[in-house]
């Protein structure tokens, strides 16, 4: 058994305890100031002692993919080379980070994002395969607009190369580790998602074969680009289990079939996995929490919503939408630990365990106790980090986040605002907790251990 203050070891790459910072978009950009602009969100959490710090999902294509306004891309060498400057402040604080490789597919600006697709009319979206009836449908009532490129075998080469290389650059500029995307609807999932992918090439899922096993191959393929360009540094995904997936979708992947594909991503070479329970689709089922009136009805960001969702009319088709969802959506403290824990049992390399988490005793059990076997190595907290981005100290030291999970903070930042708390009562709180010196970081950690020898000790 093990406490959050414990050291761990992550693909080789010590990490100081096994706390961590999940991705989270910082919609920094890759424009002048983008660097600062992410080690004034990123600096502050390594400050506060969180021993892993996942910078947000990056994406690997010059055009393209990108799931939010100003995402940061990390196809350009010469931009990564800059972000050493990012690195070499979070090891300055003791911290280790690692940097989230994505490409949205379908789940990308050009898709739902109507000023968007109005500046940028010709671009496409890489798909695995012709989208299916569902998201049709949704293109052909306007909710959005598909203009789809199905990649032909080469180009999935090329794609997985094109992860490869931005893991070079990265590993050059001092990250410690590569996280790779492989959920919330982006083109990993949708390669591992029986609804997205119908391919009958190699990345395809033979009729005789499991759900997933074409998304394993590209999985496989990612690594074996990473291992090419960026030599042994870790890398770690997210898989998915599709569970969250709405009734009218019949082909999806089972919990099961989650565990069975995080399982072989680990077998193939991965050194650590994340796994999560989410749908189909871009839903609240990666961001379980309430339904956040205020931000919906903050007169300040409604033309914001207008020019993102095409008009005041849509914005309120979308408001309405996520109003339904987020009945369907509460939050569990650690929704993910029941998959997390069921993969804990097949791999010998570390289950990171993330998803709704905010009090100390959760991580503490999540990690392992007398009642329950443990169901992650290391555990992480995304929203927290906005409304604290100094919560490290406090949790390290036995507090509690204060993150209500209201969902404030999301749409606003899917809207192309910047991510930070929008409640104003935990906002004043972490004001008096700041003025009381809650975030000085207390204490140490001890000495590393691998979770092969723990899990042999269980
Ligand atoms: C605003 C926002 C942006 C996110 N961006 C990413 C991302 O870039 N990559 C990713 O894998 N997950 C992303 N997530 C999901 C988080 O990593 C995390 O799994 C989820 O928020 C649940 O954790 P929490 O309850 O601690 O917030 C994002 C979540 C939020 C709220
Ligand atoms: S607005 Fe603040 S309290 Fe609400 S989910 Fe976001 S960070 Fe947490």
Redesign the pocket.
């Known amino acids: 058994m093990a406490a959050l203050t414990d050291p761990v070891d992550v693909g080789g790459v010590a990490v100081p305890n096994r706390l961590y910072r ?4 910082e919609c920094a950009g890759t424009g002048e100031g983008a660097v600062d602009a992410l080690i004034d969100e990123l600096a502050p959490t390594a400050a506060s002692g969180v021993g892993l710090v996942f910078q ?2 990056s994406v690997v294509t010059a055009e393209s993919g990108c799931a939010a306004p100003n995402m940061t891309r990390v196809h350009d060498p010469e931009f990564v080379a800059e972000l050493e400057r990012l690195t070499g402040t979070v090891h300055d604080h003791g911290g280790r980070i690692f940097v ?1 490789l ?1 490409q949205g597919g379908l789940r990308s600006l050009e898709a739902w994002h109507a000023g968007h697709r109005e500046r940028n009319p010709e671009v496409e979206q890489l798909a695995v395969s012709r989208p299916p009836w569902q998201l049709r449908l949704l293109d052909r009532v306007g909710l959005v607009d598909l203009s789809p490129r199905v990649l032909s075998t080469d180009e999935v080469y090329d794609l997985a190369e094109q992860f490869g290389r931005a893991a070079g650059y990265a590993a050059d500029a001092g990250y410690d580790g590569i996280h790779l ?1 492989g ?2 609807m982006g083109i990993v999932q949708q390669f591992c998602s029986p609804l997205y992918n119908r391919r009958d090439d190699e990345f395809g899922t033979g009729a005789d074969e499991p759900p997933g096993s074409g998304g394993l191959r590209f999985l496989e393929a990612v690594h074996d680009a990473v291992r090419e360009h960026a030599g042994d540094v870790p890398l770690v995904t ?1 898989v998915p289990a599709e569970t969250a997936a709405p009734s009218f979708v019949r082909r999806h992947l089972s919990f099961e079939d989650g565990v069975r594909l995080a399982t072989r991503t680990a077998e193939a070479g991965y050194d650590a996995v994340v796994p ?1 329970d989410v749908s189909t689709f871009w839903d609240m089922s ?3 929490g309430k339904f956040p009136e205020r931000a919906w009805s903050a007169a300040e960001l409604q033309s914001g919503y207008a020019a993102a969702f095409g008009g005041p009319v849509r914005a309120r088709a979308v408001r309405l939408l996520n109003r339904v969802q987020a009945r369907g959506f509460d ?1 569990e403290p650690g929704w993910n630990a029941d998959l997390c824990r069921a993969v804990r049992r097949r791999v010998d390399v570390p289950v990171l365990c ?4 905010r009090e100390r005793a959760t991580c503490e059990r999540l990690l392992g106790d007398d009642a329950s076997p443990a169901a992650a190595d290391l555990v ?5 980090f906005y409304a604290e981005p100094r919560l490290g100290a406090r949790l390290l030291a036995g507090e509690d986040a204060l993150c209500a ?1 209201c969902n404030n ?2 749409v606003p ?1 899917a809207a192309g605002e910047p ?1 930070r708390c929008r409640t104003p009562s935990v906002v004043r709180e972490r004001a008096t907790l700041e003025r009381a010196g809650a975030y000085e970081r207390r204490g140490g950690s001890g000495d590393e251990g691998t979770v092969a020898d723990e899990r042999e000790g269980e």
């Open positions: 999940a991705p989270v978009l947000g999902a989230q994505a995307s959920a919330n997210k999560v990666v961001i379980r939050r993330e998803g709704g988490i992480g907290m995304a929203r927290p999970s903070c999301t930042q991510g």
